[in-house]
């Protein structure tokens, strides 16, 4: 265990887990914070809201090999932990917890198959097989490391976060899941570690994906569910360099494609893009 400045790294899950048992003991509330590291503020403010309603923040660090189906991009992902440090003392998180693969995945460990309630058919499901059964995979083996009483997760990556809750409930782990709100650049990209990769020429374009969104979400009472797809299309297509890889306006319970906008569910836009070899995505809340 290493500290900087009060803030407690580790590597080991035991002796993380020691820690967690004394501040258990002392009463504390534990919220959890898992990360992929390169963190910037849409990852500080999830920190800031563990803050504010538990007593003791933890954050891991694990860039997972599991939800990458493509080797390139976890080879590419960027990492960067001194940095991500020096954000996490100055935000006043009170532990760290950075593991090394043998420590997540022990060799003797069960490569589980998630049941997840057919949320992951569409979207990132469809585009990237076998993603969420490791994402699914790694935060289950967090929660049972950390036991948290909350964990956080940005809406930024909405499927990602029906799913983390399908999965707490499925497999009966003790944890409120609390989802926070998109963190954004001035001019409207979604924050993302992927963003150090964008190109120049990408990244000019890039804030085209939340303007897209925010079109449909200006027109959704007016036009057809056609007309706003074609829309989109011809925004992201004018761009010049950014290409779809899907745009689907969902239910926002069950993440299936709507057929019509209803005023009595909660309906979603979602958007994967490919910004040269970077894949971003995005997505509104048309009815809440
Ligand atoms: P990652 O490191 O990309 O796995 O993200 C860790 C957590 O930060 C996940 O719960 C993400 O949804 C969340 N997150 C990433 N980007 C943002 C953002 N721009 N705003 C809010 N939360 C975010």
């Known amino acids: 265990m290493l500290q900087i400045c009060g803030m407690k790294v580790f590597d080991r899950i035991a002796s993380l887990q020691d820690e967690i048992f004394q501040q258990k003991q002392n009463g504390k509330k534990i919220g959890f914070v898992p990360t992929m590291g390169a963190l910037h ?48 003392k100055e935000v006043g998180c009170d532990m760290v917890f950075i593991p090394q693969e043998s420590e997540i995945y022990p060799e003797d460990m069960e490569q589980k198959q998630y049941e997840l309630n057919g949320l992951d058919i569409f979207m990132e499901g469809e585009y990237r097989p076998g993603h969420f059964n490791g994402v699914a995979m790694v935060v289950h083996r967090l929660f049972d490391i950390v036991s948290p009483s909350i964990s956080f997760f940005g809406e930024k990556d909405f499927q990602q976060l029906a799913i983390i809750k399908q999965m707490a409930k499925n497999e009966a782990v003790d944890v409120e899941i609390k989802g926070c709100k998109i963190i954004r650049e001035n001019d409207g990209l979604a924050m993302s570690s992927r963003n150090l990769l964008l190109e120049p020429e990408y990244r000019t374009t890039a804030p085209e994906i939340y303007k897209a969104l925010k079109d449909v979400k200006a027109n959704a009472g007016d036009k057809s569910l056609a007309d706003l797809k074609k829309d989109v299309v011809s925004r992201i297509e004018n761009t010049g360099n950014l290409k779809i890889e899907y745009f689907e306006i969902v239910d926002t319970v069950n993440l299936k494609p709507v057929d019509k906008i209803d005023s009595n569910i909660g309906v979603t836009a979602c958007i994967a893009v490919h910004a040269g070899n970077v894949r971003l995505i995005d997505n509104i809340t048309i009815i809440s």
Do not use: C, M
Request: hydrophobic share 35%.
């Open 41 to 88: 503020p849409g990852h500080i403010s999830l920190v800031k809201e563990s803050k504010e309603s538990t007593d003791v923040t933890i954050v891991s660090i694990f860039v997972n090999p599991t939800q990458f189906n493509n080797k390139n991009d976890l080879k590419t992902y960027p990492r960067a932990v001194d940095k991500d440090l020096a954000l996490l």
